[in-house]
């Protein structure tokens, strides 16, 4: 089947630093990824939107220029998370689209802000 | 609007017990309805679909049936394993064109079954 990856799979950063989140899809080619965050115990929130070669179009309470995500080929999508704060952390999931019928999700990244 | 909602959990089984964990929806339109699963320290896995009205989804022993009558999706298993021990998720999305859109999910339910 078709896989995702993600880099890093976790991730310790100080508060008021960047952090760059690598989604990847190894086998296939996507025009379309999503980013998801999910708290402990609770359901995936779709953040945005990553068309590739086009801008993100993020959810409704998302801040874009707090979370950039950058589409720059078929295969790569990437969520940077600027000027983080211990609020940010959370579980970051990215999934791509593969042939218009099927989302496939990466392991996920867990980001800890100090 | 879309959403999904699922039965709270956790859910605890002994081994070989039937699970039922129940799923309707809200959607405008006809959407298709997944369940995925996801593993202690893992990625979200598409466990099964339906795309249209009384399709049924089987994988691994589970099984669900897409009714429109009553919205609902619930997910069944005759006889739970230790290793099925997991979060469950139902989900929905509509298509645009040829392409699924974006995925609705539930809260999800915690599913641990013991020997």
């Known amino acids: 089947g078709a896989v995702v990856s993600q880099h890093p799979s976790w991730v310790i950063c100080k508060s008021g630093t960047s952090v760059k989140i690598e989604c990847r899809s190894l086998?296939?080619?996507?025009?379309?990824m999503f980013w998801y965050r999910q708290f402990p115990k609770q359901s995936l929130m779709l953040m945005a939107t990553?068309?590739?070669?086009?801008?993100?179009?993020?959810e409704q309470g998302v801040e874009k220029d707090k979370f950039l995500i950058n589409h720059a080929s078929l295969t790569l999508s990437t969520l940077t998370v600027t000027s983080a704060h211990p609020e940010d952390s959370s579980f970051y999931i990215c999934?791509?689209?593969?042939?218009?019928?099927?989302?496939?999700f990466g392991p996920g990244t867990r980001l800890t802000v100090t | 609007g879309n959403s999904v909602t699922q039965m709270e959990g956790p859910v605890t089984l002994s081994e070989e017990a039937f699970l039922t964990i129940n799923c309707t929806y809200t959607?405008?339109?006809?959407?298709?309805l997944f369940w995925y699963v996801q593993y202690p320290g893992e990625g979200l896995q598409l466990l099964l679909k339906a795309t249209k009205a009384d399709d049924k989804g089987s994988n691994k022993g589970f099984e669900a049936t897409y009714r429109k009558e009553t919205t609902s999706f619930h997910l069944e298993k005759g006889s739970v394993q230790v290793s099925d021990s997991a979060v469950y998720f139902c989900a929905l999305s509509q298509r645009r064109g040829s392409t699924l859109g974006r995925l609705y999910f539930g809260r999800g339910t915690q599913l641990t079954v013991w020997p």
């Open positions: 999934s791509a689209l593969a042939g218009g019928d099927e989302q496939y």
């Open positions: 086998d296939f080619q996507a025009t379309t």
């Open positions: 990553s068309n590739e070669g086009s801008k993100a179009t993020y």
């Open positions: 959607a405008t339109g006809y959407p298709s």
